[in-house]
């Protein structure tokens, strides 16, 4: 499995980003995928998931209405859409799958990562 984030990068506060997930190697039909971040000195935290194929999302309390996750199945690509970003946001986004159906929000869950994209924002 081959998880590729794209997308991160410097912005100001109350901006932007939409971060990218190319996922291949395998057919993830009903897999769960998730968005993680990790900021330095903290521990990895669950942003947003998903399943592959489609249903109810879940987010991290913090994103409060902030981030969206999607998918586009023709491109085998997640996305994590950030808006109104806070200088807190500031962390290395990476993407996940497991196996299994549910989505879940412990990065102990997850058996597959990306490599991580940067994502700061100035105050």
């Known amino acids: 499995v081959q998880l590729v984030e794209s997308g991160g990068g410097l912005v100001q506060t109350g901006g932007s980003l939409r971060l990218s997930c190319a996922a291949s190697?395998?057919?993830?039909?009903?897999?769960?995928m998730g968005w993680f971040r990790q900021a330095p000195g903290k521990e990895r935290e669950f942003v947003a998931g998903l399943r592959w194929s489609g249903g109810i999302t879940r987010y991290g309390d913090f994103v409060k209405g902030r981030f969206t996750i999607s998918i586009d199945n023709a491109k085998n690509t997640v996305y994590l859409q950030m808006n109104s970003l806070k200088p807190e946001d500031t962390a290395v986004y990476y993407c996940?799958?497991?196996?299994?159906?549910?989505?879940?929000?412990?990065?102990?869950?997850?058996?597959?990562w990306g490599q991580g994209t940067q994502v700061s924002v100035n105050s």
């Open positions: 996940a799958t497991r196996q299994g159906m549910v989505v879940t929000t412990g990065p102990s869950d997850y058996e597959d």
């Open positions: 190697g395998r057919t993830f039909s009903n897999s769960p």
